[in-house]
T-cell receptor, first 118, second 109 residues
Framework: DTGVSQNPRHKITKRGQNVTFRCDPI?????LYWYRQTLGQGPEFLTD????????KSRLLSDRFSAERPKGSFSTLEIQRTEQGDSAMYLC????????????????FGSGTRLTVV | DAKTTQPNSMESNEEEPVHLPCNHS???????IHWYRQLPSQGPEYVIH???SNVNNRMASLAIAEDRKSSTLILHRATLRDAAVYYC??????????FGSGTRLLVRP
């Protein structure tokens, strides 16, 4: 297993266009997370999945954002009608985790997709 | 969501120990404390985590205050490869990580 893979690494798009990012998590991980990171800031939570079920959506995730994880494997994050304020690094992470577990596990992050909206 | 607070930057000499502090005074009793580090153009990398007891692994040690309102990440001998942004974060009961703004560690040769 080569870890969490994100594609593309970089995306430049014109304002108003739609973009889609893909994340391939570690295969045995049941949890998947999307974060957004802007320059000089820590990652901010967007949404997460337990297998194929989407659990929580941050208020940062406007109606223009949608995420899916069909069959509980890879995940996609789509941004419709991009705005300049969407420019950021989009990070995907995966982990093991079960509700009520007595312990928890660290995340494995991908290298991210850097989005620039011009 | 209450975030953790850390100094913006710290400096260390190579091969000396480094103590990176973090304040999480509003942490709940079931939240875990996690530390990650991030190199430029890479995603964060897991370093260590704990709940109440001090923890050690091959990368670092984590000292958690008895009242859990603060913690310290300890790098026992800093190397140039340890230069990174270190994030103290808390993991809530839904496994969501909430990051602070991080400490940029500079290591002088």
């Amino acid at each position: 297993d080569t870890g969490v893979s994100q594609n593309p690494r970089h995306k430049i798009t014109k304002r108003g266009q739609n973009v889609t990012f893909r994340c391939d998590p570690i295969s045995e991980h049941n949890r998947l997370y999307w974060y957004r990171q802007t320059l000089g800031q820590g990652p901010e939570f967007l949404t997460d999945f337990q297998n194929e079920a989407q659990l929580e959506k941050s208020r940062l995730l406007s109606d223009r954002f949608s995420a899916e994880r069909p069959k509980g494997s890879f995940s996609t994050l789509e941004i419709q009608r991009t705005e300049q304020g969407d420019s950021a690094m989009y990070l995907c992470a995966s982990s093991l985790g079960w509700p009520g577990a007595s312990s928890n596990y660290g995340y494995t992050f991908g290298s991210g997709t850097r989005l620039t909206v011009v | 969501d209450a975030k953790t607070t850390q100094p913006n930057s710290m400096e260390s000499n190579e091969e000396e120990p480094v103590h990176l502090p973090c304040n999480h005074s509003t942490i709940s009793g079931t939240d875990y404390i996690h530390w990650y580090r991030q190199l430029p153009s890479q995603g964060p990398e897991y370093v260590i985590h704990g709940l109440t007891s001090n923890v050690n692994n091959r990368m670092a040690s984590l000292a958690i205050a008895e009242d859990r309102k603060s913690s310290t990440l300890i790098l026992h001998r800093a190397t140039l490869r340890d230069a990174a942004v270190y994030y103290c974060s808390r993991m809530d009961s839904s496994y969501k990580l909430i990051f602070g703004s991080g400490t940029r560690l500079l290591v002088r040769p």
